[in-house]
């Protein structure tokens, strides 16, 4: 029984993101096309492709932070045996994932 609730609904997420990944690619790829159709100044057009470079970097890290945070999080709830999801054990994770949150934003501060 646990396993068909699992796939009732780990199916639907993972047809929603890929849907939504999917759907994105093919606008990030309409918006390039325009961009180049249009004509645009070549340094323009390369600060363009250079700031979108960029932010797949950051989330790079911004993605790569937040699961060490929340991976950490979970080994500390399992080294001190809170099983259960208790208020306790919720707020370790979500003060991970803050604390990630404010590193990810410290550190692309400091990023040119």
Avoid: C
Avoid at 18 to 34: C, E, H, N, P
Avoid at 55 to 61: E, F, G, K, M, N
Avoid at 82 to 90: D, K, L, Q
């Amino acid at each position: 029984m646990e396993l068909l609730l699992a796939k009732q609904i780990v199916v639907p997420l993972a047809l929603f993101a890929s849907i939504t990944i999917a759907f994105k690619a093919v606008l990030d790829t309409i918006s390039r096309y325009r961009m180049l159709k249009e004509g645009l100044s070549p340094p323009l057009l390369a600060e363009l492709l250079q700031h979108d470079a960029r932010q797949r970097h950051l989330a790079s890290l911004r993605w790569g932070i937040f699961l060490v945070a929340i991976g950490l999080a979970f080994a500390l709830l399992d080294a001190l045996n809170w099983t259960r999801p208790t208020a306790g054990s919720v707020a370790v994770l979500a003060i991970a994932a803050g604390a990630a949150h404010l590193l990810y934003f410290r550190l692309s501060r400091r990023v040119p």
